[in-house]
């Protein structure tokens, strides 16, 4: 874990419950996530930990606590709600959609519009800027190479190491 930069939590719940039927998932929990802190939830299979990050992502709404946001109490409604509050979950079930590239799965349901009336108006999708900011966050993370479109992910899976690092060449030399 890391020092946190700033005494007061930026997140904050008191007094959590979740109950799935007579299943009772989160049972009063408190948590307590500051600027700038790696924090690991830890414990068995079962005993509530997607359940609290739910709750704290708005994927779920508790039946009681509280949540706090930088120390204003707050109602998450929805995913996108807490993610426009600054909450962004990775979940621990896989939720892509393998017939799509890599650039259109990480910006699914927060894609990138043309500019003007072509995306205001007619929606249009701005793939190019989609696809440099994919990549940009791939090259971050030291991903060597991946295939954008579906006929090159079967072509060129995601690849890295050693190995597969010349037919991750080839991909790279063919666009992508
Ligand atoms: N949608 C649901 N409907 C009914 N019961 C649920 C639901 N989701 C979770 N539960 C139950 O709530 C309890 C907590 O589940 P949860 O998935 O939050 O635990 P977990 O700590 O994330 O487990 P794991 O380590 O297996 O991921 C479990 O008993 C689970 O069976
Ligand atoms: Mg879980």
């Known amino acids: 874990m890391t020092e946190p930069a700033l005494k007061s939590p930026a997140l904050q719940a008191r007094g959590l419950v979740k109950r799935y039927g007579r299943v009772t998932a989160i049972d009063g929990a408190d948590f307590d996530?500051?600027?700038?802190?790696?924090?690991?939830?830890?414990?068995?299979?079962?005993?509530?930990?997607?359940?609290?990050?739910?709750?704290?992502?708005?994927?779920?709404?508790p039946d009681a606590g509280t949540i706090l946001l930088d120390g204003q109490v707050t109602h998450f409604h929805s995913p996108l709600d807490a993610r426009h509050k600054g909450i962004e979950t990775v979940h621990q079930t896989l939720a892509l959609a393998?017939?799509?590239?890599?650039?259109?799965?990480?910006?699914?349901?927060?894609?990138?519009?043309?500019?003007?009336?072509?995306?205001?108006?007619?929606?249009?999708?701005?793939?190019?800027?989609?696809?440099?900011?994919?990549?940009?966050?791939?090259?971050?993370?030291?991903?060597?190479?991946?295939?954008?479109?579906?006929?090159?992910?079967?072509?060129?899976?995601?690849?890295?190491?050693?190995?597969?690092?010349?037919?991750g060449r080839r991909c790279s030399a063919a666009g992508w």
Request: hydrophobic share 40%; glycine share 10%.
């Open 98 to 167: 393998p017939a799509m590239d890599i650039a259109t799965n990480l910006f699914l349901g927060r894609e990138i519009r043309r500019t003007g009336p072509l995306g205001s108006t007619l929606r249009l999708l701005d793939r190019s800027a989609m696809r440099a900011r994919a990549q940009e966050q791939l090259d971050a993370l030291g991903i060597e190479t991946v295939s954008t479109s579906a006929s090159w992910s079967r072509r060129c899976p995601a690849v890295s190491g050693r190995r597969s690092r010349s037919r």
């Open 33 to 61: 996530l500051y600027a700038g802190e790696v924090l690991a939830v830890v414990g068995d299979n079962g005993a509530g930990k997607s359940s609290l990050i739910k709750a704290l992502s708005g994927a779920l709404i």
